[in-house]
């Protein structure tokens, strides 16, 4: 085990694949299950979520943080994305789950790989100058979060496809804020015949909310000032709004003129002092990520796919995300 550039901590650490796969080897001779979460660090409370949902449901627990440069685009905010290595070793830590028996669980290792380890044939955040082995869900990737940032299901597919290969989970959690991608990555899984973790093993957790406003809780949360935390949570206001209409039985167009009318409305209380810019808000099919035509209504049928409202809006220079599933939700959590 290496802890070269780790901060200490009580949970084992390894930055190197070969150094924790000798430690997965014991887990497996002893037929332990290993469940795992895959972050980028910055921890709040979305991601212990899914650390204590894997510790309720698995023998041994891996956290993973690496900020993956393959998902930013050049003009991105890699270089100033948060990196709190020492107080997220010290939350991860702190995480337990109380069996049945007495006994505690908690975090049995973080995975703390250097981007070298990662990406051995090297990385650029522009597309055109990569080389080496990539990896791309198509026809899935370009709905949503893909028509603003292109690249970006590109770069996640390729490293959590490169982080099952290392950690070799027997489940993962992934959290509801980032519908997109944990769906997609559940495809992904199925598409490429994995058992480690086989896509019915792939969880998607309900987001994490302020428990004061709804905001859903993200790293990025903390680039906002006083005044724009003040107005983010706008955004769920306005899926909130569409979600109503749709309910009701209003068109996916009617339902979506309700969330950009509220958007619009505080924008306009906003300014000057801060600056709302509405990206998109989208009426999604949770399994074709195919846009729902404007007269689209919700289905009465349980067994239909579920809709996915989702959105991104900028307040100032912070891009937030969000969304709501519309319909039978048990569909999504697996």
């Known amino acids: 085990m290496s802890t070269t550039s780790i901060p200490s901590s009580s949970v084992p650490c390894f930055n190197t694949v070969a150094s924790y796969r000798?430690?997965?080897q014991k887990a497996r001779d002893d037929k332990k299950s290993v469940g795992f979460v895959a972050t980028m660090g910055a921890l709040h409370d979305g991601h212990l979520s899914l650390v204590r949902?894997?510790?309720?449901?698995?023998?041994?627990?891996?956290?993973?943080?690496f900020v993956n440069p393959a998902q930013f685009a050049p003009h991105e905010d890699l270089a100033t994305y948060p990196k709190t290595l020492s107080s997220d070793l010290n939350l991860a830590s702190q995480q337990s789950f109380a069996l049945a028996d007495g006994s505690v669980r908690t975090v049995s290792a973080v995975f703390v790989p250097t981007v070298t380890e990662m990406y051995p044939s090297g990385i650029s955040q522009d597309v055109s100058h990569q080389k080496g082995t990539f990896i791309e869900v198509k026809g899935y990737g370009e709905q949503m979060e893909g028509k603003s940032r292109p690249t970006f299901f590109r770069g996640v597919a390729t490293v959590v496809t490169k982080l099952f290969n290392a950690i070799e989970p027997t489940q993962t959690y992934f959290g509801q804020k980032d519908i997109q991608q944990a769906l997609l990555l559940r495809r992904m899984s199925r598409d490429l015949l994995m058992s480690h973790p086989a896509p019915e093993n792939l969880h998607i957790v309900p987001t994490e909310r302020d428990s004061s406003d709804g905001l859903a809780l993200s790293s990025r949360n903390t680039y906002l000032s006083a005044e724009g935390r003040a107005v983010a949570?706008?955004?769920?206001a306005a899926l909130r709004a569409a979600q109503v209409a749709w309910n009701t039985g209003s068109t996916k167009q009617e339902s979506l003129l309700q969330a950009i009318d509220l958007v619009q409305e505080k924008r306009a209380q906003a300014a000057p002092k801060v600056d709302i810019q509405l990206d998109y808000i989208q009426f999604n099919d949770s399994d074709t990520f195919e846009e729902l035509e404007d007269g689209a209504r919700a289905s009465k049928d349980e067994d239909a796919s579920p809709v996915i409202i989702s959105g991104a809006m900028w307040v100032d220079k912070t891009r937030l995300i969000d969304n709501i599933i519309?319909?039978?939700d048990n569909k999504i959590w697996g």
């Open 22 to 24: 000798e430690w997965r």
């Open 53 to 65: 949902r894997s510790l309720e449901q698995n023998d041994l627990t891996v956290l993973s943080i």
């Open 233 to 236: 949570p706008t955004l769920y």
């Open 326 to 328: 519309l319909g039978n």
